[in-house]
């Protein structure tokens, strides 16, 4: 019987863990649009706004909303700057110039960067499994960055990918600090507050570098931002909590390869984005890179 039970938790999870992977996919194009009414601060401000909201109350239902011990003030703080305000930022920023599909490509290849930061910080050990994954990784971002599928005169779209990057790097030292921290509360525990620090970055930013920038308030942009807020950031973060905790992490790691997958079908559906060789060569690679760095993970005695 509790097998039966832990069966039937897992299914769910595996189904709780598909509609996050669409949820976050399709926004990729969603934001894409939003970008069309809302400056790139205000959205990344405004989002982490609604989630903060939302996070606060579902961590207050689940009888988890406490004031973060000072231990973890330090990854309080490490979240809230580099990953929900600067990625954030930076994404935004970036998702203005390059194609939904292709910045989804980008933004995940976060687990290239952790790699090397890993084995330098963390005293890592680096495997066969790690050196492949990292090949693999860099041919995908060759490939995404090749003469005949990129154009490398366009100062706006080099701009574009260089920030989305940027963010990916971001998060990458954030990964490695979450890696290293000693946790005394849990993540539900701590999110709200980490949104909140983010807000504190992003309030003072997106009322000096956008100050004189249109906001239009239709209800085109106010779905999004109900999308973005409660929904991309609120139910999916609370959606990944319980399905990292249910399913092993190798299968959290592959499947979400994914949601680029689904940003670049849903980029190419509903604003016409080409399916060029280059995004789809890139994100193969890279996918198969990741893919090896957790199925090396995985095996018994591996770091």
Not at 110 to 119: A, G, H, I
Not at 185 to 204: D, E, F, I, K, R
Not at 257 to 285: C, K
């Amino acid at each position: 019987m509790a097998a039966s039970a832990a069966a039937l938790s897992g299914r769910r999870a595996a189904l709780l863990f598909g509609l996050v992977i669409v949820l976050w996919g399709v926004n990729w194009p969603v934001m894409k649009l939003g970008l069309t009414d809302i400056p790139p601060l205000h959205f990344a401000l405004l989002r982490m706004l609604l989630g903060a909201i939302t996070m606060f109350a579902v961590a207050a239902l689940a009888g988890e909303l406490r004031v973060p011990a000072r231990a973890d003030w330090p990854i309080v703080l490490s979240v809230g700057v580099l990953q929900m305000a600067g990625f954030m930022a930076l994404g935004f920023f970036g998702l203005r110039y390059v194609g939904s599909g292709r910045a989804a490509i980008l933004a995940y290849t976060t687990p290239l960067w952790v790699l090397p930061l890993s084995v330098w910080v963390l005293g890592e050990r680096l495997t066969g499994a790690k050196l492949l994954a990292f090949a693999l990784g860099l041919a995908g971002v060759a490939v995404l960055f090749n003469p005949a599928g990129f154009d490398w005169s366009d100062r706006t779209v080099l701009f574009g990918n260089g920030l989305l990057l940027a963010g990916a790097a971001l998060w990458a030292v954030q990964i490695v600090h979450v890696r290293r921290h000693r946790w005394a509360g849990t993540p539900l525990s701590l999110v709200p507050w980490q949104q909140t620090v983010a807000v504190a970055v992003l309030l003072p930013l997106a009322l000096i570098f956008e100050r004189d920038a249109a906001l239009r308030w239709t209800p085109q942009s106010i779905a999004i931002l109900a999308y973005n807020g409660p929904l991309a950031t609120g139910f999916c973060f609370w959606a990944m909590l319980t399905v990292t905790r249910a399913l092993p992490a190798v299968t959290t790691s592959i499947g979400s390869l994914a949601t680029p997958v689904v940003g670049m079908l849903a980029g190419a559906l509903w604003l016409r984005e080409p399916l060029s060789w280059t995004n789809t060569g890139g994100l193969l690679l890279i996918g198969a890179a990741v893919a090896t760095l957790a199925l090396g993970a995985a095996r018994p005695g591996r770091a």
